[in-house]
């Protein structure tokens, strides 16, 4: 398995070291998603370019096109659950992308995944 982690997770992990994060990059085991190397990237990150070229070389998910979001939405009910389009998107990906989980700290997000059956639960 695969674990697509959430922009949350990173976050907390360049504060303060997420051990569970550095055993599964050292396995292989860790994608990403291009929404979440752009909101990365609109922080202020230590070593900015080793950073964001080192999620780069991740395995990065297959992009759900705004329809496929949508229609994901309309699908599995997720309207009025305070989730954001980035989300979604998120689990789109999980979703159509074989052996991936999503990982997040996102109450919202953590729900819907754990609805949708690819939640990786390490907390």
């Known amino acids: ?21 550095v055993d599964l ?12 190397i752009t909101e990365l990237a609109l922080g202020n990150l230590k070593n900015r370019s080793i950073f964001l ?3 780069e070389r ?3 998910v297959r992009n759900v096109d705004d329809r496929g979001v949508r229609h994901l939405v309309e699908e ?4 009025g659950r305070g989730l954001s389009a980035v989300d979604v998107a998120l ?17 919202r997000l953590r729900q819907a995944a754990r609805d ?4 990786a639960d390490f907390d």
């Open 116 to 119: 949708m059956g690819v939640l």
């Open 91 to 107: 689990l789109a990906s999980a979703v159509v992308t074989p052996g991936v989980a999503l990982c997040t700290r996102d109450k």
């Open 1 to 21: 398995m695969r674990v697509l982690v959430d922009t949350n997770i990173w976050v907390d992990h360049l504060r303060k070291t997420e051990p569970v994060l």
């Open 53 to 55: 070229k080192a999620l």
């Open 76 to 79: 599995r009910r997720l309207w």
């Open 58 to 60: 991740l395995m990065i």
């Open 25 to 36: 990059l050292e396995r292989d085991q860790v994608c990403v998603h291009q929404s979440v």
